[in-house]
C-alpha cells in the first residue's frame, strides 16, 4: 500500500493539470484508497510530497477528476493540522468558483472540502462570505432540493456561517427564509428537522430575517410541531417541542414580527400562544408566559391584554408554581406581569386583579431569577399608586425581606431592585406609616448606601425617599441617620463635580429636613457645610443656585 501511494504521488508531481489521463484517475482513487485506510498517514505523505499545490490546478480543469480532487481534499481537511497547508496551497478561490458548477458530485465534494478547511475558523469562514458563498449556496438548496445529500451539505454550511454576525446582513438578501420554511415543511424525520432548526436558531437572531420567516410562514410550521408533539413523551418529540416554541418566541423578540403577528389582538398565532399558558405542559406554559413578555413591550399591546383577561390566565398559572415550582416558568410569568403593569391605565386594574397578593407568594423563593422579576412587577405596579404602595410598605414581612435582599451582595440585580422597591414604597406612598415600617425594618441605612450608588436614577430615588423619611418621623429615624453616617455621605455629594444637578438639589432639601435633629445639626455644622453650600449659589444650574441660596439662608439661621 505504502510504495502504491508513493508511487501515485509521484506520479501525480508529474502530471500536467490538462492531463485527463487514466494514469492521473488511477493516482487519484489511489490516494482515495489510502485515505480511507489511514487518513493522518496518508494526509502527511501528501503534504511532504507537496502534492497540495497542484490540486489548484487538477480543480481549476473542471473535468472527470474534479470530484475526486475535491473528495481527497475534504478527507485530508478532517486533520486539523492539514487545514493550514490547504489554505496555503490556494485551494479556497478554485473551491469556491467549483460551487457555481451543474455537477451534483463536483458540488457536494466541494462543499465537504470547504467546510473541512474551513471548520472553527471564524477568520476562513469570514473569508467565504466576502467571497460570496452565501447567495451561491442558497441558490443551491433551491435548485437541488431533491438531493439529500447536498441539502444536507448546504444546511451544515449554513449552520456554521450563520454564526457570525457579519453573515447576517448577506443572508437577509437572500430568498434563504422562503427555502428553509419550504425544506422544514416537507420533513418528516425528526434528525432533518433538526438539522434546519439549528439553522434557523441562528438565523432568527436577526430582526429582518425574523420577519422574513414571519412571512414565509415559519410560525404556522412551528405551531404544527407543537401540536403533533405536545402529548408525546418520546424524547425526540419532548426536544422538538421546546425547540418549535423556544424558535417561536424568538421570532416575537423583533418589534416588527412581534407586531405582525399580534394583530392588533386578533391574530390567530397570538391566540394560539395564549391558549398554551394553561395547558399541563411546563414547555409551553414557558413559551406561552414569555410570548406574552414579548407582546407586552408597548403600551397598546399591553392596555389590549390586560382589558381581554390576560393576567388572569398568569395568576392562575403562577399559582400553580408557588409549591416546588418549575422557577423558569416563575420568572417567566412575572415578567410577563412587570411588563403588562408598565402603562398606568393597567397599574389599577392589575392591583384589583389581585397582582400583588399572588406576587407575595413568591417572597419565600430562594432563586435570585425569580426573586429580581418579584421585585420589579411590585416596583412596577406601585408606581404613582399611593394605596398600594401604603398597603404593601407597611407589611413587615414584605419590608424586612426587602431589607435582607438589600445585603444579596452576590447578586447585584436583587440586591439594586430590593433597595429601588425600599425607596418606592416610601416615595409613593408618603406615608408615615410606611416610613415608620422601614426604619423598623432596618431600612434607612441601606438607603443611604444607595444615595452613593454609581447610577444617578438609584441616587436620586434613594435622597428623594431619605427626605420623606426626615420629613415624617426624623426622630424616630435619627439614631439610623448618625449611624449610616448620612451628613458625611451628603457632604461628598455635595463636593463631588461629577454629582449630577438633581443629585445636588436633592441632597440640599435633605439637608433642610435633617436640621431639627440635634447631634445630625452639629454634625452639618463641624462639616462647615455653609461653606459648601456658599459655593454652589454660582452652579450653572439655576436652580440648583437657588436651592444654595434658600438653603445656605437656612444654615445661617439656625448656625
Not at 172 to 198: D, G
Amino acid at each position: 500500500m505504502a510504495d502504491k501511494l508513493s508511487e501515485a504521488l509521484k506520479t501525480l508531481k508529474l502530471s500536467s493539470a490538462d492531463s485527463t489521463s487514466d494514469s492521473v484517475e488511477g493516482c487519484l482513487d489511489c490516494l482515495l484508497k489510502a485515505l480511507a485506510h489511514n487518513n493522518v498517514e496518508t494526509s502527511g505523505k501528501i503534504q511532504e510530497m507537496g502534492v497540495l499545490a497542484m490540486m489548484p490546478a487538477l480543480l481549476s480543469a473542471q473535468n472527470s477528476c474534479t470530484p475526486k480532487v475535491a473528495n481527497i481534499i475534504a478527507e485530508v481537511a478532517k486533520n486539523e493540522f492539514m487545514r493550514s497547508p490547504c489554505v496555503e496551497a490556494g485551494l479556497i478561490p478554485p473551491l469556491v468558483q467549483l460551487l457555481n458548477c451543474k455537477d451534483q458530485e463536483i458540488l457536494l465534494q466541494t462543499g465537504r472540502a470547504l467546510g473541512n478547511i474551513c471548520y472553527d475558523s471564524h477568520s476562513l469562514q469570514a473569508q467565504l462570505i466576502s467571497m460570496g458563498v452565501i447567495p451561491t449556496l442558497v441558490r443551491l438548496l433551491g435548485v437541488h432540493s431533491q438531493n439529500t445529500a447536498l441539502t444536507e451539505m448546504c444546511l451544515i454550511a449554513f449552520g456554521n456561517l450563520a454564526e457570525l454576525e457579519s453573515s447576517k446582513e448577506q443572508f437577509a438578501s437572500t430568498n434563504i427564509a422562503e427555502e428553509l420554511v419550504r425544506l422544514f415543511s416537507k420533513q418528516v424525520e425528526h434528525e432533518k428537522k433538526e438539522m434546519i432548526f439549528e439553522v434557523l436558531a441562528p438565523l432568527a437572531e436577526n430582526d429582518v430575517i425574523k420577519l422574513q420567516l414571519v412571512d414565509a410562514g415559519l410560525v404556522e410550521c412551528l405551531l404544527e410541531v407543537v401540536a403533533q408533539t405536545v402529548d408525546s413523551d418520546r424524547e425526540e418529540d419532548v426536544a422538538q417541542l421546546k425547540t418549535a416554541s423556544d424558535l417561536m418566541v424568538l421570532l416575537l423578540l423583533g418589534d416588527e414580527s412581534m407586531q405582525k403577528l399580534f394583530e392588533g389582538g386578533k391574530g390567530s398565532v397570538f391566540q394560539r400562544v395564549l391558549s398554551w399558558v394553561p395547558s399541563n405542559n411546563h414547555q409551553l406554559q414557558l413559551a406561552g408566559a414569555l410570548a406574552i413578555a414579548n407582546f407586552a413591550r408597548n403600551d397598546g399591546n399591553c392596555i389590549h391584554m390586560v382589558d381581554t383577561g390576560i393576567v388572569q390566565k398568569l395568576l392562575e398559572l403562577l399559582d400553580r408554581h408557588v409549591e416546588e415550582g418549575n422557577v423558569t416558568v416563575q420568572h417567566a410569568a412575572l415578567s410577563a406581569l412587570r411588563n403588562l403593569a408598565i402603562p398606568v391605565v393597567n397599574k389599577s386594574k392589575m392591583l384589583l386583579a389581585g397582582v400583588s397578593d399572588v406576587v407575595l407568594k413568591f417572597l419565600k423563593s430562594e432563586m435570585p431569577p425569580v426573586q429580581f422579576k418579584l421585585l420589579g412587577t411590585l416596583r412596577m405596579l406601585i408606581d404613582t399608586q399611593a394605596d398600594a404602595a401604603e398597603q404593601l410598605g407597611t407589611k413587615t414581612k414584605l419590608v424586612e425581606r426587602l431589607v435582607e435582599w438589600c445585603e444579596a451582595k452576590d447578586h447585584a440585580g436583587v440586591m439594586g431592585e430590593s433597595n429601588r422597591l425600599l425607596s418606592a414604597l416610601i416615595r409613593h406612598s408618603k406615608s408615615k406609616n410606611v416610613v415608620r415600617t422601614v426604619i423598623q425594618g432596618g431600612g434607612v441605612k441601606h438607603l443611604v448606601t444607595m444615595a452613593t450608588s454609581e447610577h444617578m436614577i438609584m441616587q436620586n430615588e434613594a435622597l428623594v425617599a431619605l427626605g420623606l423619611i426626615a420629613a415624617l418621623d426624623l426622630d424616630c429615624a435619627e439614631k439610623d441617620f448618625v449611624s449610616a453616617n448620612l451628613v458625611q455621605v451628603l457632604h461628598k455629594l455635595l463636593t463631588d463635580d461629577h454629582s449630577a444637578p438633581e443629585i445636588k438639589y436633592n441632597s440640599m432639601i435633605l439637608i433642610c429636613s435633617i436640621m431639627g435633629s440635634e447631634p445630625l445639626h452639629k454634625e452639618v455644622q463641624s462639616l462647615a457645610f455653609i461653606d459648601v453650600v456658599s459655593r454652589l449659589r454660582s452652579h450653572e444650574n439655576k436652580t440648583v443656585a437657588h436651592q444654595a441660596s434658600l438653603t445656605e439662608q437656612r444654615l445661617t439661621a439656625q448656625s
